[in-house]
């Protein structure tokens, strides 16, 4: 029954009427009313929540139990997760879960920063890199491994593709390829790399590799692939081989001993002219010249000299150069000439060669040059005290001659016909020319018979004083002169003196007879003065250059040009006297230039 209803009846029943219709108990019956049907409402849902909460908690319960179930899962997993990153489980037992996420948050961030320097560092390598997992395929590979076999595709294209597709196309571009499948194994199997070395390309590069087995605790993951180009390193190589080879043909061929020795004296390396042996020659390496010499039954006294001017090339950071006589056994002498030269880097001594070569012809040269020119002094010697003596005692009947000539002038010229005045004046010109032959040949006798003090010499003033000698000459043919500013030098100054006369008179001689010309200078030079007396004169033709400085040798008709030719003969023996040597530039019609070098260490008896 509807509890309204029943209420309004009770109500009817019992009140007085004026009551139960009045409006003061309709508003409480509606009231009362409405307050039971929420009442209802609320309990058909409270009856329904019942029922629902029932279910619900039946499901619920289910899908806790799951939740229990997936939840101590997860802390396992948790535990494992944890164990892995950071060697322990403590932060799950926690009950500060804050902590916890904190710390494998700061553990994920460094991980991924290390693994983002990792990727960053196998980039950038000069090495090419591939890694594969376990089925096969490709999960990184840098730019340079697909540079070196030139893929034409970039790392990220690679990535994720079967490695097997990739290695038929890099099979193709190898000479001879490798087996990789059982280089693979290999390496698997005995978890360690497996090197691919040397390994040429059709294209002639050369590669070098390895092929690394990837394991994580036990558990296989993959592989790692290494290439690298070596291509230049090989042609290097080669090269240096080559260079080697060559630089070693020359040291065992060359005639000359050679040694190499580290900075204890020991040898690293002898070539056969030094130690003709080759068992010897093996044995001595690494040896010192105390080990060579017993192994010669010899004694340590040449192995004492060598070390002690082995110290002193050391000491000095110098070459240190000696004579190694060696006496055999038929008397003959072999001479040596050794060095020690030192090889630094900075301060530090690398290595010191050893350089011998066999100098006896030399030295026998030498002994019997020295021996012939000690006899040709000798004979010169006498030479020139024959010829002063028979220069001056020829002087002593030449002037007979001439007098008795003069007399027989005196007494008959007049009488003489012209054909006995010229036979007459042939004789006298004769006696006159021998004469003057005699002291020239007397004077020339005379260069090296050197008396006078060897000491410094004026040029300037020696030039001055020839100068004066020729003044008249000089100004009756208007001749100019430019002298330099001469130097000093060591020697004999009348010498000297006679050498300039002779050329400065040779220049105003063979002048230019419309406007003469003398230019008198020098150059200076390391180990020598070099002298010039130039004119502008009638010139030499080339043909005649040697032979106007031999003795008596003359280019000229004596009636056109006075003199014997002896003039440059001594002024070669002059300047020859002083260390030098003197020769001529000339054309003819076109000037002639003397040049001659005076030594600066001086004069040379």
């Keep these: 029954m509807n509890f309204n209803r029943l209420l309004e009846r009770q109500v009817n029943k019992l009140l007085p009427g004026d009551i139960a219709k009045s409006p003061e108990m309709e508003i409480f019956l509606k009231t009362i009313s409405e307050t039971y049907n929420?009442?209802?409402?609320?309990?058909?849902?409270?009856?329904?929540?019942?029922?629902?909460?029932?279910?619900?908690?039946?499901?619920i319960n289910a899908k806790l139990k799951e939740e229990i179930t997936l939840r101590k899962k997860s802390v396992d997993k948790l535990d494992e997760t944890l164990g892995i990153i950071t060697g322990n489980t403590k932060f799950s037992k926690s009950d500060n879960l804050f902590s916890v996420v904190e710390h494998v948050n700061q553990e994920i961030t460094d991980r991924k920063s290390t693994q983002?320097?990792?990727?960053?560092?196998?980039?950038?390598?000069?090495?090419?890199?591939?890694?594969?997992?376990?089925?096969?395929?490709?999960?990184?590979?840098?730019?340079?491994?697909?540079?070196?076999?030139?893929?034409?595709?970039?790392?990220?294209?690679?990535?994720?593709?079967?490695?097997?597709?990739?290695?038929?196309?890099?099979?193709?571009?190898?000479?001879?390829?490798?087996?990789?499948?059982?280089?693979?194994?290999?390496?698997?199997?005995?978890?360690?790399?497996?090197?691919?070395?040397k390994i040429e390309l059709k294209d002639g590069r050369f590669l070098d590799g390895n092929i690394i087995p990837i394991y994580f605790e036990e558990e296989f993951r993959g592989y790692l692939w290494t290439f690298t180009d070596i291509t230049e390193s090989i042609r290097s190589?080669?090269?240096?081989?080559?260079?080697?080879?060559?630089?070693e043909e020359?040291?065992?061929?060359?005639?000359?001993?050679?040694?190499?020795?580290?900075?204890?004296?020991n040898y690293l390396y002898v070539n056969p002219s030094a130690i003709r042996d080759k068992e010897r020659r093996a044995a001595v390496i690494g040896k010192s010249d105390f080990d060579y010499f017993r192994m010669r039954g010899m004694d340590d006294s040449k192995a004492i000299q060598r070390r002690g001017l082995f110290n002193k090339a050391v000491e000095s950071k110098s070459t240190i150069e000696w004579l190694d006589?060696?006496?055999?056994?038929?008397?003959?002498?072999?001479?040596?000439?050794?060095?020690?030269?030192?090889?630094?880097?900075?301060?530090?001594?690398?290595y010191v060669l050893g350089y011998a070569i066999d100098i006896s012809d030399r030295i026998n040269f030498e002994n019997r040059?020295?021996?012939?020119?000690?006899?040709?002094?000798?004979?010169?010697?006498?030479?020139?005290?024959?010829?002063?003596?028979?220069?001056?005692?020829?002087?002593?009947?030449?002037?007979?001659?001439?007098?008795?000539?003069?007399?027989?002038?005196?007494?008959?010229?007049?009488?003489?016909?012209?054909?006995?005045?010229?036979?007459?004046?042939f004789v006298k010109d004769g006696a006159e020319?021998?004469?003057?032959?005699?002291?020239?040949?007397?004077?020339?006798?005379?260069?090296?018979?050197?008396?006078?003090?060897?000491?410094?010499?004026?040029?300037?003033?020696?030039?001055?004083?020839?100068?004066?000698?020729?003044?008249?000459?000089?100004?009756?043919?208007?001749?100019?002169?430019?002298?330099?500013?001469?130097?000093?030098?060591?020697?004999?100054?009348?010498?000297?003196?006679?050498?300039?006369?002779?050329?400065?008179?040779?220049?105003?001689?063979?002048?230019?007879?419309?406007?003469?010309?003398?230019e008198i200078g020098f150059i200076e030079e390391d180990q020598f003065y070099q002298f010039f007396v130039k004119d502008n004169g009638i010139g030499i033709d080339p043909k005649y250059f040697d032979k106007i400085f031999v003795i008596f040798q003359r280019l000229h008709n004596k009636n056109a040009y006075s003199g014997t030719g002896i003039g440059l003969a001594i002024c070669k023996k002059i300047v020859e006297l002083h260390g030098g040597k003197i020769w001529v530039d000339s054309k003819l019609q076109n000037g002639t230039t003397f040049y001659f070098t005076i030594a600066k260490a001086g004069f040379k008896k």
């Design 369 to 425: 040059l020295n021996k012939t020119i000690g006899e040709v002094q000798k004979i010169n010697k006498e030479l020139e005290q024959f010829a002063y003596v028979v220069s001056h005692d020829l002087q002593e009947p030449l002037r007979m001659v001439k007098s008795f000539i003069q007399l027989l002038d005196n007494k008959i010229g007049g009488s003489l016909d012209d054909t006995d005045k010229t036979y007459f004046n």
């Design 433 to 518: 020319r021998m004469q003057r032959m005699i002291q020239d040949l007397l004077e020339y006798s005379r260069v090296d018979n050197v008396t006078e003090i060897v000491g410094e010499v004026d040029c300037s003033e020696i030039v001055k004083s020839v100068m004066k000698i020729f003044k008249p000459e000089i100004e009756r043919v208007n001749a100019k002169i430019k002298i330099d500013d001469l130097p000093n030098i060591l020697g004999i100054k009348s010498k000297i003196h006679q050498l300039f006369q002779n050329l400065i008179g040779n220049a105003l001689k063979y002048r230019n007879k419309e406007n003469t010309e003398i």
């Design 250 to 265: 020359i040291l065992n061929n060359i005639p000359a001993d050679i040694a190499l020795f580290d900075n204890q004296h």
């Design 116 to 197: 983002s320097l990792f990727i960053t560092l196998i980039a950038n390598l000069q090495n090419g890199i591939l890694m594969e997992d376990t089925s096969g395929k490709i999960i990184y590979v840098n730019q340079i491994f697909a540079e070196v076999f030139k893929t034409g595709r970039t790392p990220e294209d690679l990535a994720g593709k079967e490695y097997k597709y990739l290695l038929k196309e890099i099979i193709k571009q190898f000479k001879e390829a490798p087996h990789f499948g059982t280089l693979r194994n290999k390496s698997k199997v005995g978890r360690e790399p497996v090197a691919v070395n």
């Design 38 to 59: 929420t009442f209802d409402r609320d309990k058909d849902i409270a009856e329904r929540a019942f029922r629902l909460s029932e279910l619900e908690f039946i499901e």
């Design 325 to 350: 006589a060696h006496e055999k056994k038929d008397g003959d002498t072999i001479y040596m000439l050794r060095r020690f030269t030192p090889y630094f880097e900075g301060d530090i001594l690398k």
């Design 237 to 247: 190589q080669a090269a240096l081989n080559e260079q080697k080879k060559l630089t």
